[in-house]
């Protein structure tokens, strides 16, 4: 099956920086890849997504990218904001069947 | 939350007894799933369910089993709880075949 890794574990930035965080998978088959934020508590929500046939996505301070040949996507957020802290997770899909990473806590230093 | 709601929302129980979690969708979406969360290994699919009475087993299916008698309802039970079943269990549905939003979780402690 498929195999996420996600790096780092932990990510602490200063307010106004911005986090990188990446995700690598094994099958090639995947064709889809979600990013999560889950604040303490509650359950992932839905942040911003890519499919395979995109390279780069974009949605106000979050952007995603994607790089088939080596089998690797990344989160980007710029201008961060304390409100931004919470775990993010990575995932991959082919079919309708999830794989998801282990998650990074990202905590934005006022 | 996508109009997805999970029943109790904590729990605690003794090893041995048998439990069922209840995942509510007022949508009628195909996909249903259920995911527990531990620390360290992110969400693990437990089961999912790709209509009524279909459904299918995940990477952590031992120890479970699930039951989907209506579009709306998915039901995981524990049939003789174990502490290492400890953890906190998300229901999620698929919208448009991929994308997937989750509820809100049910806290399960076995003691």
């Known amino acids: 099956g498929e195999n996420v890794e996600q790096h780092p574990s932990t990510l602490s930035v200063q307010e106004g920086d911005s986090a990188v965080i990446k995700c690598t998978y094994s099958d090639s088959a995947s064709n889809y890849f979600p990013w999560y934020k889950q604040e303490l508590g509650k359950g992932p929500q839905l942040i911003i997504d890519i499919r395979s046939n995109v390279g780069e996505k974009k949605d106000q301070r979050i952007a995603v990218t994607l790089n088939k040949t080596a089998k690797h996507f990344s989160l980007h957020i710029t201008e961060t904001q304390p409100e931004d802290s919470a775990v993010y997770f990575c995932a991959a899909s082919a079919g309708n069947q999830f794989y998801f990473g282990t998650g990074t806590s990202l905590t934005v230093i006022p | 939350d996508a109009g997805i709601t999970q029943s109790p929302r904590h729990k605690v129980t003794e090893t041995g007894t048998p439990v069922t979690l209840r995942c509510h969708q007022t949508?009628?979406?195909?996909?249903m799933y259920w995911y527990r969360q531990d620390p360290g290994h992110g969400l693990r699919l437990i089961h999912y369910?790709?209509?009524?009475?279909?459904?299918d087993k995940g990477e952590v299916s031992d120890g479970y089993s699930v039951s989907r008698s209506k579009t709306e309802d998915f039901l995981l039970t524990l049939e003789s709880a174990t502490s290492s079943q400890t953890s906190v269990y998300f229901c999620?549905?698929?919208?448009?075949?991929?994308?997937?939003?989750f509820g809100p979780g049910t806290r399960l402690t076995v003691l």
């Open positions: 369910s790709y209509g009524v009475k279909d459904t």
């Open positions: 949508e009628n979406h195909r996909y």
């Open positions: 999620a549905i698929s919208v448009r075949d991929d994308e997937q939003f």
